[in-house]
């Protein structure tokens, strides 16, 4: 028999694998904080044998290199990512037995399109495929995306993808499961994926790769990419270089006076608390990234890189999570930090900040003149609807553009409170009187706003 554990990167839309028998196991894109991973390991009772990477990631900074040093397996890559280190190169075909006693074997198959050197791994029980790590190549109803590497490449990338998913399919029973790297939220993936589990059969009936045409599949996917996560420059190089061991020890305390020090030589202090606490009272000049959600993603997308972070939290075990999220991105140590309430995080007779929270139905309620609706969602978003009349500015990139919102009292939202929350806290740093609208924006039609499509 063999097993086929999940470990949940829920920050980053990602999951890993641990898959095996009895004795022995194989890792698929395990992420950097590996002690998870061993820990999963040591529950089953198995030794790691190997360790696998399915391509050089774009989204995040691999464990693989220091999870194989330490376990002692031999650690997997596609023989065509260019990277410094020792590793076994994998090449389309090739077989590695994971467990004797089960009759487990791993088979690479070249799936190039999410990279050129894209290799997914059949699991495959005394000759049969049960299973396939399929990376960022078929996901959940959709593809990993294809314009990652080069833009020169993202066509060819495109149509690779087709290609690689009509391969997994011809070649795989359709009851083997598919389990992908991406596509639980990850910005690696092409498009929104349903569901949490599905087979090759599944896949078949309804993932565009496998039902339409290579030219309008293409045609649809290039019409579908969004921005690119500016983090993502520096993740390839990082996993090509080979990243270095984590220290998630607690980063030096700040008192008010080094927070203050911090704050006035521009360095970015971070409280991870609610929105909503964040909005009732805060360090003046500080930015909210809420420590629950895509922490990772939104942090590392906006803060220039190499810039020193200090983290704010309500608790020793918030800032321990946000320490682990974001070494997952390349932010691997805080230049300080402090937990606990906000008022000990100001200086003496310093006041704690602070702006309203509002819902649509409030904003359509709003005389117009003078307010400033900002919509700071993705422009994919944004092309099913906006509402009319609002300025447009995705988060990721407001920090640089925060010049170009109209004067006036600024009401911004995105699609649930969230990122509205960080562009009000980044309004407010910047001495704008802003008000954040947390609601979802399927509200904005219902409280009487005018929403129009492009």
């Not at 906006?386 to 447009?392: D, K, T």
């Amino acid at each position: 028999m063999f097993f086929v554990d999940t470990i949940e990167v829920a920050g980053l839309g990602n999951r890993s694998y641990l898959a095996g028998g009895e004795r022995t196991a194989v890792v698929v894109d395990p992420p950097r904080d590996i002690d998870r991973v061993i820990a999963t390991a040591v529950r089953r009772g198995v030794r790691i044998s190997h360790v696998v990477e399915t391509h050089l990631h774009n989204d995040y900074v691999t464990g693989g290199p220091e999870l194989a040093r330490i376990t002692g397996a031999a650690y997997l890559v596609p023989a065509g990512a260019r990277v410094s280190y020792r590793r076994v190169p994998v090449h389309d075909g090739d077989r590695h037995e994971i467990d004797a006693a089960a009759s487990l074997v791993l088979r690479a198959i070249a799936t190039p399109g999410h990279t050129p050197h894209h290799t997914a791994y059949a699991l495959e029980e005394n000759g049969t495929a049960v299973a396939v790590f399929t990376g960022g190549s078929l996901l959940i109803g959709t593809v990993g995306r294809p314009d990652l590497v080069e833009p020169r490449l993202t066509e060819d990338l495109a149509r690779a993808q087709h290609a690689s998913a009509r391969r997994l399919a011809a070649e795989l029973p359709d009851d083997a499961s598919v389990l992908p790297t991406h596509g639980f939220g990850s910005l690696c993936s092409a498009g929104r994926a349903e569901g949490t589990s599905t087979t090759i059969g599944e896949e078949k009936a309804s993932n565009t790769a496998l039902t339409r045409d290579v030219d309008g599949f293409v045609a649809e996917l290039l019409a579908g990419l969004d921005d690119v996560p500016a983090y993502y420059t520096h993740m390839g190089p990082a996993n090509a270089a080979g990243p270095a061991p984590v220290d998630l020890t607690t980063p030096a305390r700040a008192d008010a006076d080094e927070i203050a020090g911090r704050l006035a030589a521009g360095e970015w202090v971070v409280d991870l608390r609610n929105r909503v606490a964040f909005a009732e009272g805060h360090v003046a000049g500080s930015f909210n990234f809420e420590a629950e959600g895509q922490l990772a993603t939104h942090l590392a997308w906006l803060v220039p890189w190499g810039k020193p972070v200090t983290l704010l939290a309500e608790s020793p075990a918030q800032l321990a999570a946000a320490q682990r999220e974001l070494v997952r991105v390349g932010i691997d140590r805080p230049a300080a930090a402090a937990t606990g309430e906000p008022s000990h995080w100001t200086r003496e007779g310093e006041a704690l900040a602070s702006f309203p929270r509002a819902t649509f139905a409030g904003l359509a309620e709003r005389p117009q003149d003078g307010v400033v609706v900002l919509d700071v969602r993705r422009n994919s978003e944004r092309a099913s609807g906006y509402v009319e009349g609002s300025v447009h500015i995705p988060l990721h990139a407001l920090h640089r553009r925060l010049q170009e919102v109209p004067d006036g009292q600024v009401w911004v939202h995105c699609a649930g409170g969230v990122r509205a929350a960080v562009a009000a806290s980044l309004l407010d740093a910047a001495g704008r009187d802003v008000v954040a609208v947390d609601d979802g924006f399927d509200s904005a039609e219902r409280a009487g706003l005018t929403v129009r499509t492009p």
